[in-house]
Each structure stands twice: as structure tokens, then as C-alpha cells.
T-cell receptor, first 116, second 114 residues
Framework: AQSVTQLGSHVSVSEGALVLLRCNYS??????LFWYVQYPNQGLQLLLK??????LVKGINGFEAEFKKSETSFHLTKPSAHMSDAAEYFCAVSDWESGGYQKVTFGTGTKLQVIP | NAGVTQTPKFQVLKTGQSMTLQCAQD?????MYWYRQDPGMGLRLIYYSASEGTTDKGEVPNGYNVSRLNKREFSLRLESAAPSQTSVYFC?????????????FGPGTRLTVL
């Protein structure tokens, strides 16, 4: 069964500092991996995803993530935090279930606080 | 292009009352989903509809029923609400069921059961 672990339910960074949000997954087959962001009182929206090919994936708002198969990780980074990055971030993994449906499993989320 | 819309945005129910949460998408997506979000637990799948005319249970289906009314609309019904169903409910849609496809989420319905 697939699973996702996000280390740290809350992360605080200073404005302009590096953002690093950690995600480890388990999957019995090569996975599809996602990062979604949720701003206060809104639904989730896709930041970036890994399907196949290049392991460094670039997303919106300057975020990127690197798929490391040997470490079963898909950490999210941004070189310089902005106040507008304050939100909750969810890592997700998708692989095959019986019957052809590829179930998506979400992590428990990491709330990012940006300190001015 | 409104994306995924949900009604109502907020609802307060008493234990035992029933209600239906409505969801519609205008992206011509085949697959639709209902999730609940609780603090510290991420998103948990309640039901999904891989295509029009089909529905299947997710991780936490007890106490809920769904109807895929047509390709656009997917409703979630609570027949007899319980305090444990206090949560934020999100509807989502995607072109196909899972895999590499991006899921598009609605703004959520905040439900309180007293």
C-alpha cells in the first residue's frame, strides 16, 4: 500500500530564506508524485508534479522538487521565501489500485509560516 | 470557466438531520471525488466516480452516499448527521481517475454538526 510522510506539521522561515518541505513516500511501483498548496479558506491547487523523465520538477511561484528514488523522497524547495508563500502544503502519491483506479494518497500537510 | 463549484459554503446541522452537498465542474472531466479534511489528518477520500454512471467507496465512506447525476455534477449526502462528520468537505475532479492527472478542487464546504 502506498503512503506519504511529511516531516514537520509546521515550518517557520524568515522572508528571503530557503524553504524546504520534506516528503517521503512508499509505493510498490514507480509513483506519480504531487505537491499541492492550500491557501487559507481555499481548496487545494497543484504546485507541481512528477510523472516520468526529468527528476527535477519546476512548478509555479518559484517552487521546485526533486524525485530521488533511492531515498524515496520528493522534497519541495524554494530559494527565497515570500510572505505570500504562507499556506499549507500537501505531498501526494498516486499508484495503481485493483480495478484500474489509481488512488491518490495525501500527506497530512505542512503549514508554512513566513516571518517578516 | 468557474472550475469546480460547491454549495453551500457553510452549514450547521443538528445531530440526525440530513443534507446534500452539491458539486459541479465545467471542465468536461470524467472523474470526480469527495474528500474530507480534518486537522492533522490530511485529505481522506470518501467516494469517487471514475466516470459518469459509476461510483465507488473510498477510505471513509460510512455515513455517506453519493450520486453522479451527470458528467458535470456529483453530490454527497449525509442521511443522519453525526458530530464526527464535522469537517471541511472538498469536491475535486480530474480528466481521468488518478494516475498522473491533476485534481482540481472546489473551495470547500465547512460543516458543523451539533
Amino acid at each position: 500500500a502506498q503512503s506519504v510522510t511529511q516531516l514537520g506539521s509546521h515550518v517557520s522561515v524568515s522572508e528571503g530564506a530557503l524553504v524546504l518541505l520534506r516528503c517521503n513516500y512508499s509505493s510498490s511501483v514507480p509513483p506519480y508524485l504531487f505537491w499541492y498548496v492550500q491557501y487559507p479558506n481555499q481548496g487545494l491547487q497543484l504546485l507541481l508534479k512528477y510523472t516520468t523523465g526529468a527528476t527535477l520538477v519546476k512548478g509555479i511561484n518559484g517552487f521546485e522538487a526533486e524525485f530521488k528514488k533511492s531515498e524515496t523522497s520528493f522534497h519541495l524547495t524554494k530559494p527565497s521565501a515570500h510572505m505570500s508563500d504562507a499556506a499549507e502544503y500537501f505531498c501526494a502519491v498516486s499508484d495503481w489500485e485493483s480495478g484500474g483506479y489509481q488512488k491518490v494518497t495525501f500527506g497530512t500537510g505542512t503549514k508554512l509560516q513566513v516571518i517578516p | 470557466n468557474a472550475g469546480v463549484t460547491q454549495t453551500p459554503k457553510f452549514q450547521v446541522l443538528k445531530t440526525g438531520q440530513s443534507m446534500t452537498l452539491q458539486c459541479a465542474q465545467d471542465m468536461n472531466h470524467n472523474s470526480m471525488y469527495w474528500y474530507r479534511q480534518d486537522p492533522g489528518m490530511g485529505l481522506r477520500l470518501i467516494y469517487y466516480s471514475a466516470s459518469e454512471g459509476t461510483t465507488d467507496k473510498g477510505e471513509v465512506p460510512n455515513g455517506y452516499n453519493v450520486s453522479r447525476l451527470n458528467k458535470r455534477e456529483f453530490s454527497l449526502r449525509l442521511e443522519s448527521a453525526a458530530p464526527s462528520q464535522t469537517s471541511v468537505y472538498f469536491c475535486a475532479s480530474s480528466h481521468t481517475a488518478g494516475g498522473p492527472d491533476t485534481q482540481y478542487f472546489g473551495p470547500g464546504t465547512r460543516l458543523t454538526v451539533l
